[in-house]
């Protein structure tokens, strides 16, 4: 981001609560990506109780915490503060697909099927309704219509096992479903693109009074940087928070168990504060949000002070 670029404050976080029959192995991706788009003000990471824990960075660039539940109970929490700009995304973008022989090579990548975006499946249907549309962003911005028009958003109709192609059949998904389709469908036209998630505070946008979660969405690399879209919602939004991406959701779940272990409760939280009123460790206290309505709205001495 530009020193000049007026900026907020986003805290997000969660807290986690694992169930374990026995020692399992797990990891866990949720932690705000490091790049040019945000900026970490600061965090804090703990589990009670105390274990010892690993960090590295997979393929895809996302932060990687890895540790072995043991048998019991498990509470994991994350608290983080975050800059973003204030300028709407994709803020001046250049609509200029790279040729696929200018690629390069460890994105070729993102124009393959892959487990939940299945585009080889998808040919015919994705030529047929957007073959006309000029390639680059035009025709993202067409396949993303078209699934915000006739897929619907059906809340708690998640599956593990849905792909793209089976999406489109049935004509309602989640935030995941529509995400992969979108991956898949501009897959089909050799634009590489990538399963994205993180947090999709209401900044400049009315809060519907559904509880926070974790979002799904996609980027496609067009004009040689990626760009972010999102069918489920169809404009653009501030304050998103990137935490992963990859091929599809098994590159973006928050968590993978290996072993028998459940998710027994949780809470997800995102929303934009004044950093001069609101510290790291704070109890989770939406009365001193500033963001909810259409308005955006800053602190009283302006943006981030």
């Not at 404050?9 to 790049?35: K, S």
């Not at 028009?149 to 529509?178: K, L, M, N, W």
Request: proline fraction near 7%.
């Amino acid at each position: 981001m530009s020193q000049t670029t007026p900026e907020i404050t986003i805290r997000c976080g969660f807290e986690f609560t694992y169930e374990a029959v026995e020692q399992t192995p797990m990891i866990l991706v949720v932690e705000p990506r490091l790049d040019s788009s945000q900026k970490l003000l600061g965090e804090e990471f703990g589990v009670s109780p105390t274990l010892t824990i690993g960090e590295y960075k997979d393929v895809h660039g996302n932060i990687v915490r890895r540790f072995a539940l043991p048998a019991g109970s498990t509470t994991v929490r994350h608290d983080a503060l975050v800059a973003v700009s204030v300028q709407p995304e994709n803020f001046g973008a250049v609509d200029e697909p790279v040729p696929l022989a200018e690629l390069p090579p460890e994105l070729l990548r993102y124009i393959l099927p892959s487990r939940y975006c299945d585009s080889d499946r998808l040919m015919d249907f994705a030529f047929e309704k957007f073959g006309q549309v000029p390639q680059g962003l035009q025709r993202v911005q067409a396949i993303c219509d078209w699934l915000h028009h006739h897929i619907e958003y059906r809340y708690g109709a998640g599956s593990p096992f849905t792909s793209a192609s089976e999406v489109i059949a049935q004509g309602f998904g989640v935030c995941r479903d529509f995400a992969h389709t979108a991956v898949a469908l501009s897959r089909c036209f050799n634009i590489p693109t990538r399963y994205a998630t993180g947090y999709l505070p209401d900044v400049a946008f009315r809060d519907n009074g559904s509880p926070m979660d974790f979002h799904a969405y996609f980027q496609v690399y067009v004009g040689h940087r990626w760009q972010t879209f999102d069918a489920r919602f169809n404009v653009s939004r501030l304050g998103r928070i990137d935490i992963a991406c990859g091929l599809d959701a098994v590159d973006g779940a928050f968590s993978t168990l290996f072993g028998a272990a459940r998710l027994a409760w949780f809470r997800v939280w995102a929303y934009q504060i004044d950093p001069a009123e609101v510290r790291l460790g704070d109890p989770i206290d939406l009365s001193k949000r500033l963001c909810g309505t259409p308005q955006l709205r800053f602190p009283p001495g302006g943006e981030n002070r």
